[in-house]
């Protein structure tokens, strides 16, 4: 493993749908590469036919980095990976983003009632969901009891005035379920620093994109069908100057006596959720939001993310299995936010 941010916590596609032609006078600029474990892609409209593609993909490169050095889990010497190693209960200053990360952070888990929650590798852990090796038999009681006693957000950190704090010392941080769409909105400002408008960008399944497409159009994204190993679009949605991240929990998941154990885990019950929801959509004003709000509203299910969608004005589309149905189809319940974007 390099020292490459690995946020690949999801098992989900988000599938752009194919650019049409550039009209004439314009030029489509794609941009691909690796980082985050993951793969990146840029499309991106430039009017003026001057952006040289070789630098702007050396720009995008460099922002990409950065986010590396600053919160990737498998790099050692990272931010991120500093602070973790540190047994240290003392307030400790942190770069502006890695603060940025961190307090919205703890913003979507107080909004969430707890739900989206950065501070639960432990509990990842025991589950067989982290980066050890996995396990076929469910934790116990009293495992599981143990673990919480000192595992979560509220519990063992503070987040304050650009820094952070241990409130136990063996508190850990992992930025899976936010760092990836932080580091799309990174390339978001690297490409308008190139006076460039119109652009999609998708790192492992999250987006941004700004402007029209070359039609003149929002941005045309595909939300894939929750089975795995299906690659089918289960509905089409139209993005514009916005984030967009899905979550989804068919792929990651052991069995056992005949009950499906998901990788998404609840923080406040230590155990994976069980409800019908099988994906989730967010859109919002940018993807590090829709990032950690995808994966709260999957934990929070249907029924109470709805809810709590609609307070917090979000933009939502839930997937939820048919249960009653003999064809194992899907029904997809959107927030109001959601409903008015796509009207």
């Keep these: 493993m390099t020292s490459q941010l690995k946020l690949s916590r999801r098992s989900f596609l988000v599938m752009p749908i194919a650019l049409a032609a550039c009209k004439k006078g314009w030029s489509i ?18 009017h003026s036919k001057s952006v040289d593609q070789g630098e702007l993909k050396t720009a995008i490169e460099n922002s990409l980095q950065l986010v590396n050095a600053q919160m990737s889990n498998w790099d050692a010497n ?13 307030p400790v200053a942190v770069s502006n983003e890695l603060a940025t990360v961190m307090q919205a952070a703890q913003d979507v888990h107080v909004a969430s009632e707890g739900r989206f929650d950065v501070a639960i590798g432990d509990l990842i852990d025991l589950w067989g969901f982290g980066s050890g090796a996995t396990r076929t038999a469910t934790p ?19 987040v304050a005035g650009g820094t952070l704090q241990k ?11 936010i760092g990836k769409g932080f580091g799309v909105d990174q ?12 652009y999609m960008i998708e790192i492992g399944g999250d987006l941004y994109t700004a402007g ?15 089975v795995a190993y299906d690659r089918g679009v289960q509905q089409v949605v139209s993005v514009s100057n916005l984030g967009m991240a ?17 990788h998404i885990l609840d923080g ?40 709590i969608a609609d307070e917090q004005d979000l933009a939502v589309l839930f997937i939820d299995r048919d249960v009653d149905s003999a064809q194992n189809g899907f029904i997809s319940t959107a927030s109001k936010r959601f409903a008015q974007l796509q009207a």
């Design 78 to 90: 990272s931010e991120i990976s500093r602070f973790n190693a540190s047994a240290s209960t003392a």
């Design 167 to 177: 409130l136990q010392p063996e508190a850990e941080i992992y930025l899976s379920a």
């Design 29 to 46: 600029l794609n941009i691909t590469g690796l980082t985050m474990g993951t793969n990146y892609s840029v499309a991106a409209v430039d």
């Design 187 to 198: 390339v978001a400002r690297t490409i308008e620093s190139f006076g460039i408008k119109d």
């Design 212 to 226: 029209l497409n070359p039609e003149g159009m929002p941005w045309q994204i595909g939300i894939e069908t929750p």
């Design 246 to 262: 899905t979550s989804g929990d068919y792929r990651n998941y052991f069995e056992q006596d005949g009950v499906r154990y998901s």
């Design 140 to 158: 116990s009681d009293a495992e599981i009891a143990a673990v919480l006693e000192n595992t979560g957000h509220s519990k063992s950190l503070r």
């Design 268 to 307: 406040t019950t230590g155990r994976p959720v069980t409800h019908k929801t099988a994906s989730v959509t967010v859109l919002t004003e940018n993807a590090m939001l829709a990032d950690a709000w995808a994966t709260a509203m999957l934990v929070l299910g249907t029924e109470r993310g709805l809810q």
